[in-house]
């Protein structure tokens, strides 16, 4: 059975860091990227980045440029968001998806969610002094 687990969400001061990982188990068909995603209370689901699994391309939302690192090591299957500098509108539920469309990987992996067919169950990040 497919699955996806988020984990390293915590409670950070202002201005800290955090690592989150995604990892995945069970997949049984292939798959192309992964890109998480953040959702905080009373606003949408939005894409914070996204990492292609042929090449390591790589895309970030304008908010969290120059603030977080998306990587992956395919040997674990899994894949890592290094999130610097935090601030309070970090705030979210973190989660990872597997991008498993076979089109072009291009930015369009930060809001397309049908490209998107597999979610985790989300890690809580809490950026509060």
């Known amino acids: 059975q497919v699955q996806l687990v988020e984990s390293g969400g915590g409670l950070v001061q202002p201005g800290g860091s955090l690592r989150l990982s995604c990892a995945d188990s069970g997949f049984t068909l292939d798959y192309y990227g992964i890109g998480w995603f953040r959702q905080a209370p009373g606003k949408e689901r939005e894409g914070v980045s996204c990492i292609s699994k042929r090449d390591g391309s790589t895309y970030y939302a304008d908010s969290v440029k120059g603030r977080f690192t998306i990587s992956g090591d395919n040997a674990k299957n899994t894949v890592y968001l290094q999130m610097n500098s935090l601030k309070p509108e970090d705030t979210a539920i973190y989660y990872c998806?597997?991008?498993?469309?076979?089109?072009?990987?291009?930015?369009?992996?930060?809001?397309?969610?049908?490209?998107?067919?597999?979610w985790g169950q989300g890690t809580q990040v809490t950026v509060s002094s």
């Open positions: 998806a597997a991008y498993v469309s076979s089109g072009l990987f291009g930015s369009s992996c930060l809001w397309d969610l049908f490209d998107y067919a597999y």
